[in-house]
């Protein structure tokens, strides 16, 4: 989520980031929600399937592995939460991946 402008001077290029640091951590969380979001999507859990797993409408081996699957996404998103938050710089809150866990079989 990199936002920088790119500034000549008489010394060559300069890289100026015109974001503060609160709006760094900011963008960067939505940034990571919505990765998260989009991983559970594209696994084929959209919210139809994630509330029958819930209901336990699907064999319990499925559900198991449909909310499984979703509470590892989360705590990939809480992951990098504490690591954004915890940044000093914005280039620290940039650099925070969200490293989407396997898609299980049987989902």
Excluded: W
Excluded at 8 to 30: A, E, F, K, W
Excluded at 49 to 55: G, K, L, V, Y
Excluded at 65 to 87: D, F, G, Q, V
């Amino acid at each position: 989520m990199n936002i920088k402008t790119f500034v000549y001077d008489d010394n060559g290029l300069t890289v100026i980031d015109p974001r503060s640091l609160d709006d760094s951590i900011g963008q960067n969380l939505s940034h990571i929600r919505k990765k998260c979001s989009d991983v559970i999507l594209e696994a084929g859990l959209d919210q139809v399937t994630q509330n029958n797993a819930i209901a336990g409408i699907y064999p319990p081996e499925r559900c198991e592995a449909i909310k499984s699957y979703i509470a590892a996404c989360r705590n990939e998103y809480l992951r990098c939460k504490e690591l954004i938050l915890a940044a000093q710089t914005n280039d620290e809150a940039d650099a925070v991946p969200f490293v989407a866990p396997p898609v299980p079989e049987g989902m």
